[in-house]
């Protein structure tokens, strides 16, 4: 099950930041008596509907009440079973409740919160997977209710499709508007029986890997689990079919994003259904992160990107490798399956002319060998990022490759390139458009 998004990220800091801002100003009162955040925040998150405050009056001594002119004060809203008091960050989340990845008891909690029988909770939760964008469009639960969580800033958790591509083939890339402005990229990939999604973790990304479009745009925040869950239910709205898979192969380092991730998992799995071993996370290796995953006991499938068969050429591909030596990964695979019992997949990006040598393959097989971890390897022919100094090897050299890998009995995949890939590479369409938030945007409801 999973919980609220989480009070430690990035995304949490600012709505704590804005609730000590909330503290300074003021805020509204419902016509129910819910306490609400301040009356221009509200009005923001509502897209720019206001609600309308009540005026109450202030109460001695309390230091949140500093009154700007012309604002009317009033209470925060507090945490259901917590009394008045100091405002916190979980007060914020409380207000900003974001539906979408939060588990059946904490629906149950927010309906109590409104005095709404225990039911409306699981109304709220299938109003939100079967594709509301908004608290309004969930019409299995009283106009009057709805109307009150709108005004509360209470959010189904989706965001707005800012742009999308498409091939022939029919992958297809979405750009999607976070709440904040900033965008991300995700992509759905059908075949005949399958549908793929591959989904971001962060907005950006900060391993910055040589080869990789993402890693040249930049690094903003980790994403909510929420954020993940709705890139799924985009892809899956647009495309008019289920999801089957979920890749974390898009813009970001999953790893350094665990807690989300694993929230993320499990929304994935419960919520909407899709089967944990049909979930894959891939990593360039964070250190101490794979034995947490470990930890989390999930189904999943752990892929490591390797791309290189040694620490000095790794070190030149992926500059994080530095402090994360190649030896120490291994371990860690190592460890991971013998706690597991999953075995471990390994991606290898191929760079013309910089690890796509036979002798390079033969290193690579060596090296899974002696840290018996003979599983899967998935070779990737690199898709041109623009301005890169990197070349996409040939079909002879990535089948060359592959050769020797197998040669060496290991099972090997090349990953198909979809045509909107070579045009495309991961991160590179979100580069077009954004480095920055959106200087002005529609606020997802
Ligand atoms: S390859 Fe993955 S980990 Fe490396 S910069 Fe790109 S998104 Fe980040």
């Not at 004060?73 to 079973?81: I, K, L, S, Y």
């Not at 800033?153 to 591509?165: A, F, K, M, P, Q």
């Not at 665990?258 to 250190?287: C, E």
């Not at 050769?403 to 290991?410: D, F, H, M, S, Y």
Request: charged share 20%; net charge neutral.
């Amino acid at each position: 099950m999973i919980a609220p998004s989480n009070p430690g990220n990035a995304a949490s800091a600012a709505v704590t930041a804005a609730a000590a801002a909330a503290t300074a100003t003021a805020a509204a009162t419902t016509s129910s008596g819910t306490r609400l955040a301040d009356s221009s925040d509200a009005t923001q998150r509502i897209g720019g509907q206001p609600s309308q405050p009540t005026p109450a009056p202030a109460r001695d001594g309390d230091p949140r009440v500093q009154l700007l002119e012309g604002v009317y004060p009033t209470f925060v809203p507090r945490n259901p079973g917590i009394q008045d008091g100091v405002w916190n960050a979980r007060d914020a989340d409380m207000v900003r409740a974001v539906l979408l990845g939060m588990d059946l008891p904490s629906l149950e909690q927010l309906a109590e919160h409104y005095g709404q029988p225990r039911f409306r909770a699981k109304q709220l939760l299938e109003g939100v997977l079967k594709g509301a964008h908004s608290v309004e469009e969930i019409s299995t639960i009283p106009k009057q209710w709805r109307a009150q969580l709108l005004a509360d800033g209470v959010r189904t958790g989706r965001s707005l499709l800012h742009h999308s591509v498409g091939d022939e083939d029919g992958t297809r890339k979405f750009l999607l508007q976070l709440h904040d402005g900033r965008i991300i990229e995700t992509v759905g990939i059908p075949t005949e029986d399958r549908l793929t999604v591959c989904v971001s973790s962060q907005v950006g990304c900060p391993m910055r890997c040589t080869f990789c479009a993402t890693g040249k745009g930049g690094f903003a925040r980790n994403l909510s689990a929420h954020e993940v869950l709705d890139q799924v239910l985009t892809v899956h709205e647009q495309f008019g079919r289920r999801v089957s898979n979920v890749v974390f192969m898009g813009m970001g380092e999953p790893l350094l994003n665990l807690p989300n991730v694993i929230r993320a998992y499990h929304g994935l799995n419960q919520d909407i259904g899709i089967g944990g071993a049909f979930i894959t996370i891939s990593t360039v290796g964070v250190p101490n992160a794979i034995a947490r995953l470990a930890a989390a006991k999930l189904k999943a499938t752990l892929a490591v990107s390797l791309h290189a068969p040694n620490q000095a050429l790794r070190e030149t591909i992926i500059p994080s490798a530095k402090a994360y030596p190649l030896e120490a990964l291994m371990d860690d695979c190592s460890s991971y399956f013998r706690a597991t019992g999953r075995r471990v997949t390994f991606e290898y990006t191929l760079l013309s002319g910089v690890n796509d040598e036979k002798a390079h393959a033969e290193e690579l097989t060596a090296l899974l060998r002696r840290y018996s971890l003979m599983s899967h390897v998935n070779i990737i022919p690199w898709n041109p990022v623009d301005e890169s100094e990197f070349k996409r090897p040939s079909r002879n050299r990535v089948y060359a490759f592959k050769q020797a890998v197998e040669a060496a009995g290991l099972p090997c995949t090349v990953r198909e390139t979809r045509g909107l890939e070579a045009a495309a590479a991961c991160g590179q369409l979100r580069n077009q458009f954004q480095k920055q938030p959106l200087p002005q945007f529609e606020v997802p409801l």
